[in-house]
């Protein structure tokens, strides 16, 4: 071999003997086969067999399969982010003429695809409150899926999975639910009857705010394949140096959802004891919306909740929020730092009817529980001495 073709060509190198506790970072686009008949036979692979880079290699195979066994299902595939994961869901099962139920409570930018992207592709979306109470009126021929958040973005409520997944199975209507709050260490919607469980990896998984990623996790082979297919199809793939992040973010998310989730209920506790606090909306809590569901379908709590507030003004608010030294201001969490962000609850929310409702929105993570807790006595501090303010004669 010649010096310009051994730049190229690796000599073979003996792998015996090695064993790592860790996954390999796998990066192909071309795979290589040993046979022209070999290559005119790849798709015979199936579904989690090597052609192409684009269906990932073993380390995404690694990952694919750990998410699967923590949902407790028998297949999984990977998206660039938790939001893929759920379009990718809508495209691969909804068809022209569909609907899709969402509840209220749902990530808002799903909201967005169903009414921009969904509705462009002549597929329809009703919205139903988080607690399924109108749900009944809202079934039809037309409605193929079911989406569910349990609990909801930013106003937590609870949502009953095997009440809602038994309904729609009674209708022959597919179930799908967002499992990016609690991961399947505290609940797991394939065992309470939903067909796909979903997660945006990063969040806990990945877990130190540097990653994106998403998982869909089913137990049914056509559903599976139905979503290969379209991920295959829309040429979505995700890079192999990030799964190897998110399968170091896995080895340690159960003692970081432990831990913070302790420390997010005790400060949650506390900070009921503020004047300019209305209600804290965690679901251990029974005012919070489903609280008796989620004792009974889960196993604990992550660590992030809302607080909704009384306050003055805005101006007052962002003043307020500017007093922490340790939370950052900032979207996303489940990461190693604390973070909080100011929310109002806009017009396109119809449930729970609290128009321009505000709220701090809280993700605990991995600090001192005492500088935490001194952070938020400054911040709700600073409320509850603007409240007293202005309520003064
Ligand atoms: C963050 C989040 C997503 C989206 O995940 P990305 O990876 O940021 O796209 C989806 N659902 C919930 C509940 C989330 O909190």
Request: glycine share 8%; with cysteine.
């Amino acid at each position: 071999m010649r010096k310009l073709t051994r730049c190229v060509h690796q000599p073979a190198v003996s792998h015996e003997g090695f064993a790592a506790l860790v996954p390999g970072v796998h990066r192909a686009s071309t795979i290589v086969f040993a046979s022209a008949q070999d290559y005119r036979d790849r798709k015979q692979r199936g579904p989690d067999g090597y052609s192409y880079g684009l269906n990932g290699t073993p380390t995404a195979r690694v990952l694919e399969a750990q998410i699967a066994a923590l949902e407790g299902a028998a297949h999984c595939t990977l998206m660039p982010s938790g939001m893929s994961a759920i379009s990718l869901v809508m495209l691969a099962v909804l068809r022209q003429g569909d609907r899709v139920l969402i509840p209220d409570s749902v990530y808002p930018p799903v909201r967005k695809f169903c009414a921009t992207m969904l509705a462009g592709l002549g597929i329809a979306h009703s919205i139903y409150r988080p607690d399924a109470s109108d749900m009944p009126g809202l079934l039809g021929a037309d409605v193929r899926l079911i989406w569910m958040e349990s609990p909801g973005s930013t106003t937590m409520e609870v949502q009953d999975l095997r009440a809602i997944a038994a309904l729609a199975r009674a209708h022959g209507i597919l179930t799908g639910c967002d499992n990016t709050w609690a991961t399947p260490l505290l609940l797991r919607p394939l065992e309470l009857g939903v067909d796909i469980a979903m997660q945006a990896l990063t969040k806990y998984a990945g877990g130190h705010s540097d990653i994106l990623m998403g998982s869909v996790a089913v137990n049914d082979p056509d559903l599976y394949l139905r979503l290969k297919e379209a991920r295959t199809t829309l040429g979505i793939s995700v890079s192999p140096d990030d799964c190897s992040l998110v399968l170091r973010g896995l080895a340690s998310m159960g003692v970081r959802v432990a831990h913070a989730g302790r420390v997010a209920l005790e400060l949650a506790g506390h900070l009921r004891s503020f004047a300019s606090v209305r209600r804290v909306l965690h679901p251990a809590f029974a005012d919070c919306e489903g609280s008796a569901t989620w004792a009974r379908e889960a196993t604990g709590h992550s660590a992030t909740f809302t607080v909704q507030i009384e306050v003055p003004s805005l101006a007052v608010l962002d003043a307020a929020i500017e007093q922490a030294r340790i939370f950052a201001i900032g979207a996303s969490w489940g990461g190693a730092h604390s973070l909080m962000v100011p929310m109002t609850m806009d017009d396109t929310r119809n449930w729970p009817p609290v128009p321009g409702a505000t709220y701090i929105r809280l993700s605990i993570g991995l600090e001192d529980p005492r500088d935490l807790r001194d952070d938020l006595d400054r911040v709700f501090g600073h409320l509850d001495a603007a409240l007293a303010k202005a309520a003064a004669p």
